[in-house]
Protein backbone atom coordinates (compact mmCIF):
# COMPACT_ATOMS: atom_id res chain seq x y z
CA UNK A 1 0.00 0.00 0.00
CA UNK A 2 0.97 3.79 -0.87
CA UNK A 3 1.70 6.09 1.90
CA UNK A 4 -1.31 8.24 3.00
CA UNK A 5 -0.90 11.57 1.70
CA UNK A 6 -0.89 14.69 4.39
CA UNK A 7 -3.51 17.33 4.18
CA UNK A 8 -1.48 20.32 1.92
CA UNK A 9 -4.24 22.21 1.58
CA UNK A 10 -4.73 21.07 -2.16
CA UNK A 11 -8.17 20.42 -3.95
CA UNK A 12 -8.26 18.35 -6.88
CA UNK A 13 -7.73 14.56 -6.36
CA UNK A 14 -4.71 14.10 -8.15
CA UNK A 15 -3.33 16.94 -5.82
CA UNK A 16 -4.30 15.25 -2.74
CA UNK A 17 -4.11 11.60 -2.83
CA UNK A 18 -0.90 11.72 -6.03
CA UNK A 19 0.81 8.27 -5.89
CA UNK A 20 -1.91 7.33 -2.97
CA UNK A 21 -2.74 3.35 -3.70
CA UNK A 22 -6.09 2.30 -2.65
CA UNK A 23 -6.49 -0.94 -0.35
CA UNK A 24 -6.54 -4.27 -1.48
CA UNK A 25 -10.04 -5.44 -1.40
CA UNK A 26 -9.93 -8.72 -3.27
CA UNK A 27 -9.75 -10.52 0.20
CA UNK A 28 -12.80 -7.93 1.32
CA UNK A 29 -16.50 -8.54 1.66
CA UNK A 30 -16.88 -5.75 -1.06
CA UNK A 31 -18.29 -6.57 -4.60
CA UNK A 32 -18.35 -3.93 -6.45
CA UNK A 33 -21.05 -4.59 -9.15
CA UNK A 34 -23.71 -1.83 -11.07
CA UNK A 35 -27.00 -2.24 -10.04
CA UNK A 36 -29.83 -0.16 -11.80
CA UNK A 37 -29.21 1.49 -15.14
CA UNK A 38 -26.90 5.00 -15.48
CA UNK A 39 -29.25 8.04 -15.60
CA UNK A 40 -28.74 10.79 -17.32
CA UNK A 41 -30.34 13.70 -15.46
CA UNK A 42 -29.86 16.64 -18.03
CA UNK A 43 -27.49 17.43 -21.14
CA UNK A 44 -24.63 17.98 -17.96
CA UNK A 45 -25.53 15.74 -15.10
CA UNK A 46 -25.70 11.86 -15.03
CA UNK A 47 -26.33 10.02 -11.64
CA UNK A 48 -24.69 6.53 -11.34
CA UNK A 49 -23.17 4.24 -9.09
CA UNK A 50 -19.29 4.93 -7.84
CA UNK A 51 -17.70 2.54 -9.00
CA UNK A 52 -13.90 3.61 -9.39
CA UNK A 53 -12.14 4.76 -6.77
CA UNK A 54 -11.95 8.39 -8.10
CA UNK A 55 -15.15 8.42 -8.23
CA UNK A 56 -15.68 7.35 -4.41
CA UNK A 57 -12.76 9.64 -3.21
CA UNK A 58 -14.41 12.75 -4.79
CA UNK A 59 -17.74 11.96 -2.84
CA UNK A 60 -15.96 11.34 0.53
CA UNK A 61 -14.04 14.59 -0.49
CA UNK A 62 -17.12 16.08 -1.06
CA UNK A 63 -18.79 14.90 2.02
CA UNK A 64 -16.09 15.81 4.11
CA UNK A 65 -15.70 19.49 2.86
CA UNK A 66 -19.19 19.42 4.42
CA UNK A 67 -19.06 17.69 7.31
CA UNK A 68 -15.84 16.79 8.62
CA UNK A 69 -15.70 19.76 10.59
CA UNK A 70 -12.68 21.64 9.81
CA UNK A 71 -10.21 22.32 6.68
CA UNK A 72 -7.91 19.92 8.55
CA UNK A 73 -9.90 17.18 9.11
CA UNK A 74 -11.12 16.67 5.17
CA UNK A 75 -8.34 14.34 3.93
CA UNK A 76 -8.36 12.29 6.96
CA UNK A 77 -12.14 12.13 7.20
CA UNK A 78 -12.07 11.37 3.72
CA UNK A 79 -9.60 8.62 3.73
CA UNK A 80 -10.90 6.85 6.69
CA UNK A 81 -14.89 6.74 5.04
CA UNK A 82 -12.88 5.61 2.16
CA UNK A 83 -11.55 2.37 3.61
CA UNK A 84 -14.00 1.64 5.65
CA UNK A 85 -16.48 1.61 2.69
CA UNK A 86 -13.84 -0.66 0.63
CA UNK A 87 -14.19 -3.25 3.95
CA UNK A 88 -17.85 -3.58 5.18
CA UNK A 89 -19.09 -6.32 7.72
CA UNK A 90 -20.13 -9.22 7.14
CA UNK A 91 -24.01 -9.20 5.82
CA UNK A 92 -23.11 -5.38 4.01
CA UNK A 93 -23.41 -4.62 1.24
CA UNK A 94 -22.57 -0.53 0.69
CA UNK A 95 -22.98 1.00 -2.35
CA UNK A 96 -22.22 5.14 -3.81
CA UNK A 97 -24.33 6.35 -6.06
CA UNK A 98 -23.19 10.04 -7.54
CA UNK A 99 -24.37 13.13 -9.74
CA UNK A 100 -21.26 14.15 -12.06
CA UNK A 101 -21.11 16.64 -14.64
CA UNK A 102 -18.23 17.19 -16.90
CA UNK A 103 -15.25 17.81 -14.63
CA UNK A 104 -16.65 16.32 -11.04
CA UNK A 105 -18.65 14.63 -8.39
CA UNK A 106 -21.23 17.16 -7.47
CA UNK A 107 -23.42 15.19 -5.23
CA UNK A 108 -23.70 11.89 -4.30
CA UNK A 109 -25.94 9.64 -1.17
CA UNK A 110 -24.30 6.09 -0.07
CA UNK A 111 -26.73 3.31 0.32
CA UNK A 112 -26.12 -0.56 2.66
CA UNK A 113 -28.08 -3.03 1.68
CA UNK A 114 -28.28 -5.01 5.16
CA UNK A 115 -28.97 -8.80 5.05
CA UNK A 116 -30.72 -9.72 8.39
CA UNK A 117 -31.89 -13.18 8.74
CA UNK A 118 -35.09 -13.67 6.39
CA UNK A 119 -35.27 -9.95 5.08
CA UNK A 120 -33.22 -7.00 3.44
CA UNK A 121 -32.89 -3.71 4.63
CA UNK A 122 -32.19 -0.78 2.81
CA UNK A 123 -29.94 2.18 5.34
CA UNK A 124 -29.92 5.01 3.06
CA UNK A 125 -26.61 6.75 4.39
CA UNK A 126 -24.53 9.97 3.87
CA UNK A 127 -25.73 12.04 1.20
CA UNK A 128 -24.31 15.43 0.43
CA UNK A 129 -24.82 18.26 -2.46
CA UNK A 130 -22.49 20.99 -3.53
CA UNK A 131 -23.68 24.49 -2.51
CA UNK A 132 -23.22 25.72 -6.17
CA UNK A 133 -25.79 22.71 -7.32
CA UNK A 134 -28.52 23.03 -4.86
CA UNK A 135 -32.28 23.78 -5.71
CA UNK A 136 -31.77 21.56 -8.50
CA UNK A 137 -33.59 18.31 -6.97
CA UNK A 138 -30.64 16.54 -6.91
CA UNK A 139 -31.95 15.36 -3.24
CA UNK A 140 -34.65 13.54 -4.52
CA UNK A 141 -33.37 11.80 -6.96
CA UNK A 142 -30.71 10.25 -5.29
CA UNK A 143 -33.41 9.00 -3.31
CA UNK A 144 -35.39 7.78 -5.36
CA UNK A 145 -32.14 6.02 -7.54
CA UNK A 146 -31.23 4.24 -3.88
CA UNK A 147 -34.83 3.19 -3.17
CA UNK A 148 -34.89 1.48 -6.84
CA UNK A 149 -31.75 -0.07 -6.03
CA UNK A 150 -33.72 -1.18 -2.93
CA UNK A 151 -36.60 -2.75 -4.05
CA UNK A 152 -34.46 -4.47 -7.34
CA UNK A 153 -32.48 -6.21 -4.12
CA UNK A 154 -35.61 -7.28 -2.29
CA UNK A 155 -35.70 -5.11 0.27
CA UNK A 156 -38.98 -4.84 2.38
CA UNK A 157 -38.03 -1.43 4.32
CA UNK A 158 -35.46 1.58 3.67
CA UNK A 159 -34.73 3.51 6.83
CA UNK A 160 -32.65 6.43 7.16
CA UNK A 161 -31.41 8.84 10.71
CA UNK A 162 -31.46 12.60 10.98
CA UNK A 163 -30.56 14.36 13.43
CA UNK A 164 -32.36 16.37 15.82
CA UNK A 165 -32.17 19.86 14.33
CA UNK A 166 -31.88 19.10 10.90
CA UNK A 167 -34.85 20.11 9.51
CA UNK A 168 -33.60 20.60 5.88
CA UNK A 169 -32.63 16.96 5.67
CA UNK A 170 -36.24 15.63 7.45
CA UNK A 171 -37.98 17.79 4.90
CA UNK A 172 -36.05 15.90 1.85
CA UNK A 173 -36.34 12.77 2.91
CA UNK A 174 -39.90 12.47 3.99
CA UNK A 175 -41.03 14.29 0.21
CA UNK A 176 -40.03 11.06 -1.03
CA UNK A 177 -42.89 9.39 1.30
CA UNK A 178 -40.99 8.39 4.29
CA UNK A 179 -42.40 8.78 7.92
CA UNK A 180 -41.09 9.35 11.32
CA UNK A 181 -41.54 6.69 13.75
CA UNK A 182 -39.62 7.06 16.40
CA UNK A 183 -37.05 9.47 18.11
CA UNK A 184 -33.63 7.98 19.64
CA UNK A 185 -32.18 9.69 22.86
CA UNK A 186 -29.73 7.20 22.92
CA UNK A 187 -27.48 5.48 19.52
CA UNK A 188 -30.04 3.65 18.02
CA UNK A 189 -29.66 -0.25 17.69
CA UNK A 190 -28.25 -0.35 14.30
CA UNK A 191 -25.19 1.42 15.19
CA UNK A 192 -23.56 2.92 12.01
CA UNK A 193 -21.53 4.68 14.41
CA UNK A 194 -24.50 7.23 15.04
CA UNK A 195 -24.53 9.68 17.79
CA UNK A 196 -27.51 9.91 20.42
CA UNK A 197 -30.80 11.83 19.48
CA UNK A 198 -31.55 11.03 16.10
CA UNK A 199 -35.17 10.54 14.37
CA UNK A 200 -36.24 7.33 12.77
CA UNK A 201 -37.36 7.77 9.12
CA UNK A 202 -38.70 4.90 7.84
CA UNK A 203 -40.72 3.38 4.31
CA UNK A 204 -42.39 -0.04 3.76
CA UNK A 205 -41.25 -0.87 0.28
CA UNK A 206 -44.09 -3.40 -0.07
CA UNK A 207 -46.48 -1.06 0.51
CA UNK A 208 -48.12 1.83 -2.00
CA UNK A 209 -46.87 5.08 -2.04
CA UNK A 210 -48.15 7.34 0.70
CA UNK A 211 -49.64 10.56 -0.56
CA UNK A 212 -47.20 13.42 0.11
CA UNK A 213 -49.61 15.59 2.44
CA UNK A 214 -50.62 19.12 0.73
CA UNK A 215 -49.79 22.97 2.29
CA UNK A 216 -53.62 23.69 3.13
CA UNK A 217 -53.98 20.32 4.73
CA UNK A 218 -50.98 20.92 7.25
CA UNK A 219 -52.26 24.73 7.46
CA UNK A 220 -55.61 23.39 8.79
CA UNK A 221 -54.32 20.70 11.00
CA UNK A 222 -54.76 21.98 14.79
CA UNK A 223 -51.82 22.56 16.69
CA UNK A 224 -51.03 20.44 19.90
CA UNK A 225 -49.24 21.45 22.95
CA UNK A 226 -50.39 18.53 25.27
CA UNK A 227 -51.16 14.79 25.11
CA UNK A 228 -54.01 15.66 26.19
CA UNK A 229 -55.37 17.37 22.99
CA UNK A 230 -54.35 13.82 21.08
CA UNK A 231 -57.24 12.18 19.34
CA UNK A 232 -57.72 14.57 15.86
CA UNK A 233 -56.27 12.17 13.06
CA UNK A 234 -53.93 14.78 11.82
CA UNK A 235 -51.94 17.39 14.10
CA UNK A 236 -49.42 19.84 14.43
CA UNK A 237 -46.76 19.97 17.14
CA UNK A 238 -43.90 22.39 17.62
CA UNK A 239 -40.75 21.30 16.52
CA UNK A 240 -38.76 22.19 19.27
CA UNK A 241 -41.05 20.39 21.65
CA UNK A 242 -39.07 16.76 20.88
CA UNK A 243 -40.57 15.33 24.22
CA UNK A 244 -44.26 15.84 22.93
CA UNK A 245 -43.75 14.47 19.45
CA UNK A 246 -41.70 11.09 20.65
CA UNK A 247 -45.24 10.87 23.13
CA UNK A 248 -47.55 11.50 20.02
CA UNK A 249 -45.16 8.55 17.79
CA UNK A 250 -45.56 6.09 21.11
CA UNK A 251 -49.19 6.68 20.41
CA UNK A 252 -50.12 5.89 17.01
CA UNK A 253 -48.89 8.87 15.08
CA UNK A 254 -46.17 9.29 12.62
CA UNK A 255 -44.47 12.08 11.40
CA UNK A 256 -45.04 13.30 7.66
CA UNK A 257 -43.79 16.84 7.19
CA UNK A 258 -42.18 20.24 8.71
CA UNK A 259 -44.58 22.86 8.47
CA UNK A 260 -42.40 26.22 7.27
CA UNK A 261 -43.65 29.43 8.49
CA UNK A 262 -46.06 31.10 6.38
CA UNK A 263 -44.00 34.31 5.29
CA UNK A 264 -40.93 31.37 4.38
CA UNK A 265 -37.89 33.03 2.36
CA UNK A 266 -35.62 30.55 0.89
CA UNK A 267 -32.89 32.41 2.04
CA UNK A 268 -33.36 32.60 5.28
CA UNK A 269 -31.76 30.86 7.74
CA UNK A 270 -35.05 29.24 9.55
CA UNK A 271 -35.61 28.76 13.55
CA UNK A 272 -36.23 25.52 15.07
CA UNK A 273 -39.24 27.33 16.97
CA UNK A 274 -40.49 28.85 13.81
CA UNK A 275 -41.40 24.78 12.62
CA UNK A 276 -44.11 22.38 13.38
CA UNK A 277 -44.20 18.52 12.85
CA UNK A 278 -47.03 17.62 11.04
CA UNK A 279 -48.25 14.01 12.16
CA UNK A 280 -51.41 11.43 10.80
CA UNK A 281 -53.19 9.25 13.00
CA UNK A 282 -52.24 5.46 11.85
CA UNK A 283 -54.21 2.80 12.16
CA UNK A 284 -53.97 -0.12 14.04
CA UNK A 285 -53.02 -3.04 11.43
CA UNK A 286 -50.58 -0.49 10.08
CA UNK A 287 -48.60 0.01 13.04
CA UNK A 288 -45.02 -1.59 13.59
Not at 147 to 168: F, I, M
Not at 261 to 282: A, C, H, R, S, T
Request: glycine residues 6%; negative net charge.
Amino acid sequence: MGTTPENTGKNTIEEQYGDWTAPDTQSSNLTMEASVADTRLTDKLTLSEALKDEDLLRFFLLHAQEYAGGDEKVTPYALSQFQYFKRPREGLEPHIYVIKNADNVVAGASLTIENSGDQKLAYLGQKVVAPDSRQQNLGPQLVKKRLDVAREAGCSQAYCYVTKDNSRALRSILKGGFVVDDFFDEPPPSGHGKPPELWNVSKDLNKPELPVPDSETMKNAPIVNSSEEFGAAQIAIPFENKELIKLALKNGYVGRQIILPEQFNPEDQIQVKELKMFLEKIEPENQK
